[in-house]
């Protein structure tokens, strides 16, 4: 009886259940809120954030180490290897050309490298070499490109003048000459694509005027100028130099040193003197962060890069991090959101953590100083970060 009660009562209970209406809770639209461009990047990805490693990229390793070529990280996976495009072909019993520079113009869609001996455009949309140049046979150094993205200023191989280049066809419009700045090395461009400053190996470093062509000011450092940045208005320049674990600050306008800055809390002298170091100099490598309120510098004896409260009158010193062996370089990327150091570590700017590092198809740690990050959108180029620290970005006019 009880048995045939409790058939009864879940045969109720069942049929209750089954006649019941249903309720289809609302769930919330994935899309609600995006715009139709992002809508339609969820489905067939069209923006892209990629990070251009150009190697060999340094001196301070062996150039077959990590191969030859330009490899493509993807950012926004952390740093997963996209693909490596293939470089001047340099036979095997040859040594390779090192890449010494590297810039990008969102105008031509272009990637150009400065080899000692050429410069070679790429286009972005085929990876394909576009073109090569070597002018009168003492080029290149550190190629940086115009606010307008059509003009390229070009360092020669340690002779005293710079190449004004147009970016779509490499054809030579002419040289700015400055002959107290011989051994052309490092270039940088006012953020107006007006100026451009001119570092030799040597103390002297020329202001010259792109349009012109003309050398318009001298400023004279303490010692040998090593990579140098300029602030956002062009106003300032912050230098590395021979035999200085810190920096020098010159005012543009006056031509006149304003700031020595050395680091005293690391041991850096007697090694300075006793090891081999990264390109002899204690610290080669310098960066604005932060709309200019940070300086960053390697160490590259100590093995850290050192950070710098630049709001104040003087520079102070308010953190340290550790790195890889023989820090020789920063770059800072899209957004200052990470800087790029020349060991492989990715270091992220608002926690002073190192939170990556650049690798290769086959898992090996990329050490250059010559790369790029750069965004896309249809395999266009609208976006790129210069290869000095100083965080300034050209940006596509489309």
Request: net charge neutral.
């Amino acid at each position: 009886m009880k048995l045939i009660l409790l058939k009864s009562f879940a045969a109720a209970v069942f049929g209750a259940i089954l006649f019941m209406p249903v309720v289809v809770s609302a769930q919330e639209d994935p899309t609600k809120g995006m715009s139709a461009e992002e809508i339609e990047n969820v489905f067939r990805p069209r923006a892209r954030q990629l990070l251009y490693v150009t190697l060999p990229g340094t001196l301070e390793y062996p150039g077959y180490l990590t191969g030859l070529g330009i490899v493509v990280l993807d950012v926004n996976n952390d740093y997963s290897f996209v693909k490596r495009i293939p470089a001047i072909e340099v036979p095997a019993s040859m040594s390779p050309e090192q890449v010494a520079g590297v810039a990008a113009s969102p105008t031509t869609n272009m990637i150009y490298l400065g080899y000692r001996g050429r410069l070679a455009a790429y286009d972005l949309a085929t990876d394909k070499l576009a073109w090569v140049q070597t002018y009168d046979g003492k080029c290149c150094e550190r190629p940086e490109v115009t606010k307008d993205g059509k003009t390229i200023v070009v360092g020669s191989d340690l002779q005293d003048y710079w190449y004004v280049v147009d970016a779509k066809t490499g054809k030579l419009k002419g040289t700015i000459k400055a002959p107290n700045s011989m051994l052309a090395h490092n270039l940088n461009l006012s953020p107006d694509g007006k100026l451009a400053f001119m570092s030799p190996n040597g103390p002297v470093l020329a202001v010259g005027d792109i349009k012109t062509m003309k050398l318009v000011k001298e400023i004279r450092f303490s010692d040998n100028v090593r990579p140098f940045v300029v602030n956002k208005d062009a106003s300032k320049i912050y230098a590395n130099l021979n035999n200085l674990l810190g920096f020098e600050i010159a005012d543009v306008e006056s031509g006149k040193i304003t700031k020595r800055i050395e680091i005293t809390t690391f041991p850096w002298k007697e090694a300075n003197a006793n090891e081999v170091i990264p390109h002899g100099c204690p610290s080669h490598g310098i960066a604005l962060v932060d709309d200019d309120k940070e300086v960053w510098i390697v160490d590259g004896i100590n093995d850290f890069v050192h950070i710098f409260d630049n709001t104040q009158d003087t520079p102070v010193l308010i953190n340290s991090i550790k790195t890889g062996k023989g820090p020789a370089w920063i770059t800072i990327g899209l957004d200052e959101k990470h800087a790029y150091i020349s060991t492989g570590d990715v270091i992220d700017t608002k926690s002073y953590k190192v939170v990556g590092q650049l690798k290769d198809e086959y898992g090996r740690v990329m050490r250059s100083e010559k790369l790029l990050d750069m965004s896309f959108r249809d395999g266009k180029l609208r976006r790129v970060a210069s290869q000095f620290g100083n965080g300034q970005v050209l940006t596509s006019g489309e």
